[in-house]
């Protein structure tokens, strides 16, 4: 009765019946609309990427013959235990190093705009200062480190500046430096940190701009009302509430200059990190598995680092 | 917590300098794409030109490099488009085991670094002696371009109230006109924020297509090459403005379209 009232109120109802079959049969199945809209997502991270994760894991298993340069299918550590030979224990301790120092650098760089983005910038202004962050983020990755070999390049911009400045001296202090000096500064251990600091720069100032934006003007106002200076404020107040920040934002420098390659065969003394090492095994050399093995080191740093940064509150500030 | 006072000069000046910092590198590429020296990065150039964007023009390798990473960002972002939204409509519309893993898997290819992708798709692709092909760079570029999109839609999706769904189905519409009438005009701005993200990623990434793409160059692969074995700097020089410029628009649009709807 009621059905045929609604067919005289849509008489021209174009709809076939198959159709209204199907709606009505997904409409009563959500599970299986779920499943569905989940299938080919699922398919393709879980099957595709999982998947190349798994054989990523089990190649660094495998190990190459040295005679033969064939790869072998063959369950061993061998490869694991190439990690520890002393050249590339070094390896790893430089990329190490390198990652802290980067991360040290672009907290320190960072914290300045964030705090004025969260503090003193206008409404107007923020949305400015935030879109010019986000564009270096965007752009070309290897563009931007391309331009540090211009900057840094022996009569490049930066070499102009210091011999404007009469800083030549300084410069060549800085260069006689064992371990990080070089010929010029875009092949010492300056220019990769260089280029490195600025690349992954906006990685920082955003979560700690973040950071800054939750401290409540309350507490600020608070520790103003008991005598606290400016200082005083920023280093016990503002500081200690906006440390998750730093953390949640040296989980990206940290990471990305763990797993980096291209930063260091553009600029830099010729010195190894761990991603150069990994790319120069699975293409020239032919070494998958040892490529494979030296990948697994930054994601287990990663993870170990990741339970830390959980720990300190890191992901609320993401 | 905003402060009702003016910043502090110190303050101002570093954040400048930072300001400063961030752009140096862009000044400095566009002012040597026309610099008349064909070797070397001598500052202050010796004379400016406008031949190298001619040489450029005429440099059939790079119009190769950049028709194939058009096509590539292109059918990157299509697939990305797709699989993030369904993903997003999946997660918003219903609360089921292993949800929270979802976000986390889709995170996962951007957030290890590029290597570990990389290298992982290249030794499936070695496992499997898959050819390396166009289709090869697409799978590796989609697989961290579906982040971007289900961001977007499903930050969309939860702004979104679901007043309007309810009323579309008591109004007698089906599921999947309520779709296409309610939630897809809605979900437009959002598909296009996270589709032109996806797209400038595609265009600019370099790290995993170095693992997947075999011989053949996309355009960062192509300056990538220059880098190493160099030829007419300065057209590397035209080539990277080229691409600042293609990336720096589509972000710019993209942020437009998301703050615009956030002021709704």
């Known amino acids: 009765m009621l059905v045929s009232l609604f067919k005289n109120l849509y008489p021209q109802s174009p709809r076939s019946t198959f159709y209204r079959r199907s709606v009505n049969f997904f409409y009563r199945h959500p599970r299986l609309v779920l499943l569905l809209l989940l299938a080919a997502p699922l398919f393709w991270l879980g099957i595709v990427y999982l ?16 005679f033969t340069g064939q790869v072998v299918r063959q369950f061993t550590l061998a490869t694991y235990g190439e990690l520890f030979t002393r050249a590339n224990l070094d390896v790893i301790r430089r990329t190490l190093t390198m990652a802290t120092v980067v991360t040290i650098a672009d907290a320190i760089l960072a914290f300045p705009i964030a705090y004025y983005m969260a503090r003193y910038a206008s409404p107007g202004l923020k949305g400015i200062l935030y879109l010019a962050v986000l564009m270096p983020l965007w752009s070309n990755y ?48 300056i220019g990769p940190f260089l280029a490195f600091v600025y690349v992954w720069l906006p990685y920082m100032i955003l979560p700690l701009q ?13 520790s103003a009302d008991l005598g606290g200076r400016g200082w005083a404020t920023l280093r016990w107040v503002i500081l200690p509430l906006a440390f998750p920040g730093v953390v949640a934002g040296s989980i990206f420098t940290f990471s990305l200059t763990l797993g980096d390659f291209i930063v260091p065969s553009i600029l830099g003394n010729s010195s190894f990190y761990i991603g150069q090492v990994a790319y120069i095994q699975q293409g ?35 | 917590m905003p402060s009702k006072r003016s910043a502090p000069l ?29 070797s070397g990065f001598t500052f202050p150039p010796p004379g400016l030109t406008l031949h190298w964007f001619t040489v450029a023009a005429g440099r059939s390798d790079l119009w190769q490099a950049l028709t194939l990473s058009l096509q590539v960002a292109t059918i990157a972002t299509l697939l990305a488009l797709v699989l993030g939204t369904l993903a997003a409509l999946a997660v918003y519309r219903t609360a089921f085991f292993g949800r929270e ?84 005009p809605q979900l437009a701005t959002a598909l296009l924020a ?71």
Not at chain 2, 20 to 30: E, G, H, K, Q, R
Request: include cysteine; aromatic fraction near 10%; proline fraction near 4%.
């Open chain 1, 51 to 66: 998947g190349s994760l798994a054989a990523l894991l089990i190649q660094s298993f495998y190990h190459l013959d040295d």
């Open chain 1, 142 to 189: 290897l563009v931007r480190v391309y331009a540090w070999k211009l900057i840094l390049a022996k009569e490049g911009v930066l070499s102009w500046l210091i011999q404007q400045l009469h800083l030549n001296g300084l410069l060549n202090a800085v260069l006689s430096l064992p371990g990080i000096g070089g010929p010029s500064l875009s092949v010492s251990a």
């Open chain 1, 210 to 222: 973040a950071a800054l934006e939750r401290v409540p003007a309350s507490l600020i106002e608070a």
């Open chain 1, 284 to 318: 020239t050399a032919g070494n998958i598995p040892l490529a494979a093995a030296f990948t697994v080191v930054p994601m287990l740093i990663m993870t170990v680092y990741l339970i830390m940064a959980k720990r300190l509150g890191a992901f609320d500030a993401l």
């Open chain 2, 10 to 38: 110190g303050l101002k000046i570093a954040v400048g300098l930072v300001l400063a910092f961030l752009y140096l590198p862009f000044t400095v590429i566009l002012l040597y794409a026309f610099t008349t020296e064909d």
């Open chain 2, 101 to 184: 893993s979802i976000s986390f898997l889709l995170l996962l290819p951007i957030a290890l670094p590029g290597i570990v992708t990389g290298i992982a798709l290249r030794s499936a692709i070695g496992l499997t002696s898959i050819p390396f092909s166009f289709w090869t760079i697409v799978v590796g570029h989609a697989t961290f371009c579906i982040v971007v999109v289900y961001n977007n839609v499903l930050a969309r999706l939860r702004r979104t109230s679901t007043s309007l769904t309810e009323a579309s189905m008591d109004l007698g519409a089906d599921s999947l006109q309520t779709f296409r009438h309610i939630l897809l």
């Open chain 2, 194 to 264: 996270g589709g032109l993200l996806a797209f400038a990623l595609s265009f600019d990434e370099v790290i995993v297509t170095t693992f997947t793409s075999g011989q053949k160059a996309t355009l960062p692969i192509w300056i990538l090459n220059q880098l190493v074995r160099p030829r007419q700097r300065p057209v590397t020089n035209v080539a990277a403005v080229f691409v600042i410029a293609a990336t720096f628009i589509p972000i710019w649009v993209s942020h437009r379209l998301s703050r615009a709807a956030e002021s709704d």
